[in-house]
């Protein structure tokens, strides 16, 4: 006699739930007996979680906080409350994040009271400074955020963001949750705190180091140093282009900041820096043109020296260093040129003195790297600008910090896999801004990634699909359709499987996008180009649905989520909106979300499509809709 399905061991059941593609099965089998429901609460959710978005790091509540660095594995949840709740919980928004990626469902704004925070600078001032004539541009936004855990549920969260305005620093802290009902209220002027339209609490705070002068003293480089803790300060690491390189620590409440910690640098001007956040934490400083400097990351030190210098460059090789990241916790790696060999790979060792460079990655510019033949012979390098680890998953076999991406001057972003003999063994380009220099990187998970163009404010999304990478297909969700899957029976026999055109389009169909991020709604007062690079990307943790780009004098906040969505990420408040009125007010309630045009990554004609009004959502027809997308998005030509 056959055992039923509530008579089968635990073993068995975890081996049935991960076969299951959707959480609604998962939630309908959870219906079929008490024993089988008791489990899927209890292990069947956090099973589903791990085994679909194995890229996603979910820390420990109090313990831990959400880690960003790619070498980290999952954790087990939080150890308090409900934790078969905080699983529910964590397959709802990560299915619905996925969702609103695979139907391009966004809303975007400029963020930050500029008003207020430039009073602020001023008042932060040992003096008001003589008035000057206007700089030639705006200021370069250096972006870094982090978000940790600060309750039982998956909706307790704590998220930081801050970056240098010029000479100033701005950060903002938002508490989400039912903690965000305990944070005591503080009394300060205008839009500088408060509640948003989701309950959560918010307060910004600014930082005017006294003696800096805009210009000479913008901050170059910036990286937060992320803590569990709801307590009043941060701590976070800040180069500056007169060659300063210290450790500040600043309060949310009293908006004092205060210097625990300098890096000797010997008046080099810093160019870049990255952190590797482990069990000793280390500094990577790039100091003028060429050298690379390791420092232990020690607040108690008010001097601290470098424990390792090395140059990147040989004796009379000219070109300078552009980018530097933590691959992993012993190995860095450096971008620079124009060179033939812009990408450098050193390891720490271990007394953390650097080590001399075990390998440099050949690139020449427009040549892709990844084939058979000798490597390019080129005359013409390239320089790096951009570098980005992608994170490791057991499923795609290798070590931590083998994978990683550069963006280059020559528009190209490479994917490069050191266990390849190759320099790198993807491209990835845009085929109509094709050549705009790839200032920034953001890998999201091992399904895409975000670049930063290097003109008129494009941010572009590629579909990266890496092994072990997109294993959730929201298209499961939904019926077939009419048409058979004719592609896959001429030309891909061993895919069959599929059954339609459409389920094998969200499948296999691979076609990214770009949006503009320059919009009329310029919220900060200041001019900005509308030919701004998107200098920096920067997103709080895997989980979360929230995205930074900077572009000259501005910060975006670019949030997944779809405003029709019912039942959006929990995150977000659940009040289903039924008017436009209701939509203004839970999504945009003082007017500041933008309507940003994008198009998809095709060879032949390009459609701009553009979204509409957060009001008039679901007012147009359906054929002014584009079919698989987010309710926001018409096609210019078909509306009237």
């Given at each position: 006699?056959?055992?039923?399905?509530?008579?089968?061991?635990?073993?068995?059941?975890?081996?049935?739930v991960t076969q299951i593609k959707t959480a609604r099965t998962l939630s309908h089998l959870s219906l079929t007996c008490k024993r089988v429901h008791a489990f899927i609460e209890n292990d069947g959710f956090r099973i589903f979680v791990q085994s679909r978005f194995p890229t996603v790091r979910v820390s420990r509540?109090?313990?831990?906080?959400?880690?960003?660095?790619?070498?980290?594995?999952?954790?087990?949840?939080?150890?308090?409350?409900?934790?078969?709740?905080?699983?529910?919980?964590?397959?709802?928004?990560?299915?619905?994040?996925?969702?609103?990626?695979?139907?391009?469902?966004?809303?975007?704004?400029?963020?930050?009271?500029?008003?207020?925070?430039?009073?602020?600078?001023?008042?932060?001032?040992?003096?008001?400074?003589?008035?000057?004539?206007?700089?030639?541009?705006?200021?370069?936004?250096?972006?870094?955020?982090?978000?940790?855990?600060?309750?039982?549920?998956?909706?307790?969260?704590?998220?930081?963001?801050?970056?240098?305005?010029?000479?100033?620093?701005?950060?903002?802290?938002?508490?989400?949750?039912?903690?965000?009902?305990?944070?005591?209220?503080?009394?300060?002027?205008?839009?500088?705190?408060?509640?948003?339209?989701?309950?959560?609490?918010?307060?910004?705070?600014?930082?005017?180091?006294?003696?800096?002068?805009?210009?000479?003293?913008?901050?170059?480089?910036?990286?937060?140093?992320?803590?569990?803790?709801?307590?009043?300060?941060?701590?976070?690491?800040?180069?500056?282009?007169?060659?300063?390189?210290?450790?500040?620590?600043?309060?949310?409440?009293?908006?004092?900041?205060?210097?625990?910690?300098?890096?000797?640098?010997?008046?080099?001007?810093?160019?870049?820096?990255?952190?590797?956040?482990?069990?000793?934490?280390?500094?990577?400083?790039?100091?003028?043109?060429?050298?690379?400097?390791?420092?232990?990351?020690?607040?108690?030190?008010?001097?601290?020296?470098?424990?390792?210098?090395?140059?990147?460059?040989?004796?009379?090789?000219?070109?300078?260093?552009?980018?530097?990241?933590?691959?992993?916790?012993?190995?860095?790696?450096?971008?620079?040129?124009?060179?033939?060999?812009?990408?450098?790979?050193?390891?720490?060792?271990?007394?953390?003195?650097?080590?001399?460079?075990?390998?440099?990655?050949?690139?020449?510019?427009?040549?892709?790297?990844?084939?058979d033949q000798t490597p390019s012979t080129s005359k013409t390098g390239t320089s790096v600008y951009s570098l980005a680890p992608v994170s490791h998953t057991s499923l795609a076999g290798g070590a931590e910090g083998d994978v990683f991406l550069s963006g280059a001057y020559d528009g190209f972003t490479r994917l490069?896999?050191?266990?390849?003999?190759?320099?790198?063994?993807?491209?990835?380009?845009?085929?109509?801004?094709?050549?705009?220099?790839?200032?920034?990187?953001?890998?999201?998970?091992?399904?895409?990634?975000?670049?930063?163009?290097?003109?008129?404010?494009?941010?572009?999304?590629?579909?990266?699909?890496?092994?072990?990478?997109?294993?959730?297909?929201?298209?499961?969700?939904?019926?077939?359709?009419?048409?058979?899957?004719?592609?896959?029976?001429?030309?891909?026999?061993?895919?069959?499987?599929?059954?339609?055109?459409?389920?094998?389009?969200?499948?296999?169909?691979?076609?990214?996008?770009?949006?503009?991020?320059?919009?009329?709604?310029?919220?900060?007062?200041?001019?900005?180009?509308?030919?701004?690079?998107?200098?920096?990307?920067?997103?709080?943790?895997?989980?979360?649905?929230?995205?930074?780009?900077?572009?000259?004098?501005?910060?975006?906040?670019?949030?997944?989520?779809?405003?029709?969505?019912?039942?959006?990420?929990?995150?977000?408040?659940?009040?289903?909106?039924?008017?436009?009125?209701?939509?203004?007010?839970?999504?945009?309630?003082?007017?500041?979300?933008?309507?940003?045009?994008?198009?998809?990554?095709?060879?032949?004609?390009?459609?701009?499509?553009?979204?509409?009004?957060?009001?008039?959502?679901?007012?147009?027809?359906?054929?002014?809709?584009?079919?698989?997308?987010?309710?926001?998005?018409?096609?210019?030509?078909?509306?009237?």
């Amino acid at each position: 006699m056959q055992p039923t399905l509530a008579e089968l061991p635990p073993e068995l059941l975890a081996q049935i739930v991960t076969q299951i593609k959707t959480a609604r099965t998962l939630s309908h089998l959870s219906l079929t007996c008490k024993r089988v429901h008791a489990f899927i609460e209890n292990d069947g959710f956090r099973i589903f979680v791990q085994s679909r978005f194995p890229t996603v790091r979910v820390s420990r509540c109090h313990t831990q906080a959400a880690s960003k660095d790619a070498s980290h594995p999952i954790e087990d949840g939080p150890q308090e409350q409900n934790p078969s709740s905080f699983w529910r919980d964590a397959a709802h928004g990560l299915t619905t994040l996925s969702r609103n990626w695979d139907r391009k469902a966004f809303i975007a704004s400029s963020i930050g009271p500029y008003p207020d925070i430039r009073e602020e600078f001023r008042r932060q001032r040992t003096h008001i400074p003589p008035r000057k004539p206007a700089q030639s541009m705006g200021f370069v936004p250096v972006i870094d955020s982090y978000e940790s855990w600060n309750g039982g549920d998956w909706s307790s969260r704590k998220e930081v963001v801050a970056w240098g305005a010029g000479a100033g620093l701005v950060m903002r802290v938002k508490i989400m949750g039912d903690k965000a009902k305990d944070t005591r209220q503080i009394s300060r002027r205008k839009e500088m705190e408060g509640l948003d339209q989701h309950g959560h609490k918010y307060v910004w705070t600014t930082f005017h180091e006294k003696g800096a002068s805009e210009g000479r003293d913008d901050i170059i480089s910036l990286n937060l140093l992320s803590q569990d803790s709801l307590g009043d300060s941060e701590q976070m690491i800040v180069g500056r282009a007169s060659g300063a390189l210290a450790q500040i620590d600043l309060s949310s409440t009293t908006s004092q900041g205060q210097i625990v910690a300098s890096y000797a640098t010997a008046g080099r001007p810093v160019k870049s820096s990255a952190t590797s956040l482990t069990v000793k934490p280390l500094l990577a400083s790039c100091l003028s043109d060429s050298t690379i400097a390791i420092y232990p990351i020690s607040p108690s030190n008010s001097e601290v020296a470098p424990i390792g210098e090395i140059s990147a460059f040989s004796p009379g090789q000219s070109g300078r260093i552009w980018s530097s990241s933590f691959l992993r916790q012993d190995r860095l790696a450096v971008g620079l040129g124009p060179a033939h060999e812009p990408i450098h790979l050193y390891t720490i060792g271990r007394g953390e003195i650097i080590k001399k460079s075990i390998r440099t990655l050949r690139i020449a510019a427009g040549d892709d790297g990844a084939s058979d033949q000798t490597p390019s012979t080129s005359k013409t390098g390239t320089s790096v600008y951009s570098l980005a680890p992608v994170s490791h998953t057991s499923l795609a076999g290798g070590a931590e910090g083998d994978v990683f991406l550069s963006g280059a001057y020559d528009g190209f972003t490479r994917l490069h896999d050191l266990r390849s003999p190759y320099s790198n063994i993807a491209t990835f380009r845009d085929p109509v801004d094709t050549y705009s220099p790839i200032y920034s990187l953001l890998p999201i998970g091992r399904e895409r990634f975000a670049a930063g163009s290097g003109r008129h404010s494009i941010m572009k999304i590629f579909d990266l699909r890496m092994p072990g990478g997109k294993l959730y297909h929201a298209a499961d969700l939904d019926p077939c359709s009419d048409s058979r899957n004719r592609v896959t029976e001429q030309h891909h026999p061993k895919k069959r499987h599929v059954c339609c055109d459409y389920h094998y389009d969200s499948e296999y169909r691979r076609r990214g996008w770009n949006v503009f991020l320059s919009s009329d709604r310029n919220r900060n007062g200041r001019r900005r180009a509308p030919d701004s690079p998107v200098y920096s990307l920067s997103r709080p943790s895997q989980c979360s649905p929230t995205l930074f780009a900077g572009i000259e004098s501005t910060v975006v906040q670019f949030d997944v989520v779809s405003i029709m969505d019912p039942n959006p990420d929990p995150i977000f408040k659940k009040e289903l909106a039924k008017t436009e009125q209701d939509l203004k007010l839970k999504w945009d309630p003082k007017g500041h979300i933008a309507c940003l045009p994008l198009y998809e990554h095709n060879d032949g004609p390009v459609d701009l499509i553009k979204q509409q009004e957060v009001k008039d959502t679901g007012n147009w027809p359906a054929r002014n809709g584009v079919k698989g997308w987010d309710e926001r998005f018409f096609q210019f030509r078909n509306r009237n």
